[in-house]
């Protein structure tokens, strides 16, 4: 079979398992994970909404929602240039043109470039790290993509609030570890936690994952959901192979 054109030398093809979905990625560099998954499924989208994806790395969020959701338009912001190309072609592969936009944009820069209050959602999967004190190279995606290189938690949810109109809605995934300083930023840019719900690898095990959506100017009321199970025995979850559409 010949090779897709719109992949490049040191690219693999992937099948998403959604929808027919095939992505581009860096043989070597970074990859998705189920965690996007799980936030495409936690987000409600309405109709003819406007969405954005701050941070959307090699397009997992934009494919899927275009795919599953109503959502009328889709733009992710990338800071790293390849990573914005790569999934500008995934989108072009996918047919996905006409609804979903990737641009090479800096999250902590949206105030100069985009215009406040013009998204109804907007999601995030973030990195989940801080700079540690250890080794981390600043030219590889991987690291770019799983430490605070780029913009610190608090980046993301300010331009969120930037970006979203009174009333719009932010879903986020974050580390579990991480929720007290997670809850505390969205309050103080305006995002009110509204619904969370914790992700654990399996039943007894502690949470690894939190999952929250938060309202812009939303009144006071967090509901606590139950929680989301990875596994089961030795494979995926009766919920999350549901995600996929199997089961």
């Known amino acids: 079979m010949a090779a897709d054109p719109l992949l490049r030398p040191g690219e693999t093809l992937d099948d998403l398992r959604l929808g027919g979905l095939r992505i581009i990625q860096k043989k070597d560099g970074y990859r998705f994970s189920l965690d ?14 406007s969405v954005c994806d701050l941070g959307c790395g090699s397009g997992v969020i934009p494919l899927i929602l275009a795919r599953t959701s109503p959502a009328a338009q889709i733009v992710g912001l990338e800071i790293q240039q390849q990573l914005a190309e790569r999934a500008a072609r995934s989108v072009l592969l996918n047919r996905l043109q006409d609804r979903v936009e990737v641009l090479h944009q800096d999250v902590r820069q949206v105030q100069a470039r985009m215009r406040a209050g013009s998204f109804d959602v907007v999601l995030a999967n973030p990195p ?9 190279a600043p030219r590889d995606e991987r ?23 009174s009333g719009g809605r932010f879903f986020l995934v974050h580390l579990a570890e991480r929720l007290v300083d997670l809850l505390g930023e969205m309050r103080c840019v305006g995002l009110e936690p509204k619904r969370l719900r914790c992700v654990h690898s ?4 502690a949470a690894r994952l939190v999952l929250v959506e938060g309202r812009r100017d939303g009144a006071a009321g967090l509901a606590v959901l139950p929680p989301l199970f990875i596994y089961e025995g030795s494979g995926y979850s009766a919920e999350v192979m549901a995600m996929y559409g199997e089961g």
């Open 143 to 165: 690291a770019r993509a799983r430490h605070e290189l780029d913009g610190a938690l608090a980046d993301f949810l300010a331009a969120g609030a930037y970006l979203l109109g």
């Open 202 to 205: 399996r039943a007894g095990e």
């Open 36 to 49: 996007p998954v799980l936030l495409c499924a936690f987000a409600h989208i309405r109709p003819a909404a």
């Open 128 to 136: 989940y790290r801080r700079p540690c004190s250890g080794r981390i």
